[in-house]
T-cell receptor, first 113, second 112 residues
Framework: SQKIEQNSEALNIQEGKTATLTCNYT??????LQWYRQDPGRGPVFLLL?????KEKRKERLKVTFDTTLKQSLFHITASQPADSATYLC????????????FGSGTRLLVRP | SQTIHQWPATLVQPVGSPLSLECTVE??????LYWYRQAAGRGLQLLFY??????ISSEVPQNLSASRPQDRQFILSSKKLLLSDSGFYLC???????????FGSGTRLTVV
C-alpha cells in the first residue's frame, strides 16, 4: 500500500528565514500532490497543488517542488512570519483510487519572532 | 460561492450510544464527499467517500456507516459508539479533477 512520510518533529525557525518541509512517498507516483495548512482545532485549508508532470509551483511566498525520481515533494515558505506557524499536511491522489486523497501525518512549523 | 457546513462542533457521547453527524455543501452540484477522522496529533484517516447519491465507499472496517440521501448531504452514523471512536471528524468536498479539497470546521467527538 502507499505510504506518505512527513517529519514528525516540529520545525522551529526564526522569522524571516525560509521554512522547508519534506514529504516522501513510496511505490508509484501520484497524479497530484497537494499541501494543506491546519491550525489547531480547525479543518485543513488547501494551499497548493502540483501535478506529476510539473516540477515546481509557486504562490506568493509558497513554493512546492515535485521530484518523481526521488519520490519527494518539498514545500517552502520564504520570508516566514509567526502567522505561518501551523501544521502542514502533504496529501497525495492516485488516479486509480477514485480521487481519494491520502494524507501524511503533517509537520508542525513554529516561526519565532 | 461554495460553502460546507458541519455540525455539531463538539459532542460528548456515552459508550454504546448512537451517533449522527451531518455535513451539507452549498453552491455546487454533484460534489465528491468525504468523511475523515483525525486522532490527536495524527494525520487524517479517510473513512468514507461518495461520488453520488446513495453511492458510499468504505475505507476502514469499523462500526461507523455513512449515507448520502441528497446530492449535497453526507451523514456519518453509528448505532453504538466505542471509546475508540473518539476523535476529530472532518467532512470535505471536491469538485473537478485536480482541485483541492474544501473541509468543514470539524466535529470533536469524545466518547466517555
Amino acid at each position: 500500500s502507499q505510504k506518505i512520510e512527513q517529519n514528525s518533529e516540529a520545525l522551529n525557525i526564526q522569522e524571516g528565514k525560509t521554512a522547508t518541509l519534506t514529504c516522501n512517498y513510496t511505490n508509484y507516483s501520484p497524479a497530484y500532490l497537494q499541501w494543506y495548512r491546519q491550525d489547531p482545532g480547525r479543518g485543513p485549508v488547501f494551499l497548493l497543488l502540483i501535478r506529476e508532470n510539473e516540477k515546481e509551483k509557486r504562490k506568493e511566498r509558497l513554493k512546492v517542488t515535485f521530484d518523481t525520481t526521488l519520490k519527494q515533494s518539498l514545500f517552502h515558505i520564504t520570508a516566514s512570519q509567526p502567522a505561518d506557524s501551523a501544521t502542514y499536511l502533504c496529501a497525495l491522489l492516485w488516479m486509480d483510487s477514485s480521487y481519494k486523497l491520502i494524507f501524511g501525518s503533517g509537520t508542525r512549523l513554529l516561526v519565532r519572532p | 460561492s461554495q460553502t460546507i457546513h458541519q455540525w455539531p462542533a463538539t459532542l460528548v457521547q456515552p459508550v454504546g450510544s448512537p451517533l449522527s453527524l451531518e455535513c451539507t455543501v452549498e453552491g455546487t452540484s454533484n460534489p465528491n464527499l468525504y468523511w475523515y477522522r483525525q486522532a490527536a496529533g495524527r494525520g487524517l484517516q479517510l473513512l468514507f467517500y461518495s461520488v453520488g447519491i446513495g453511492q458510499i465507499s468504505s475505507e476502514v472496517p469499523q462500526n461507523l456507516s455513512a449515507s448520502r440521501p441528497q446530492d449535497r448531504q453526507f451523514i456519518l452514523s453509528s448505532k453504538k459508539l466505542l471509546l475508540s471512536d473518539s476523535g476529530f471528524y472532518l467532512c470535505a468536498w471536491s469538485g473537478e479533477e485536480g482541485y483541492g479539497y474544501t473541509f468543514g470546521s470539524g466535529t470533536r467527538l469524545t466518547v466517555v
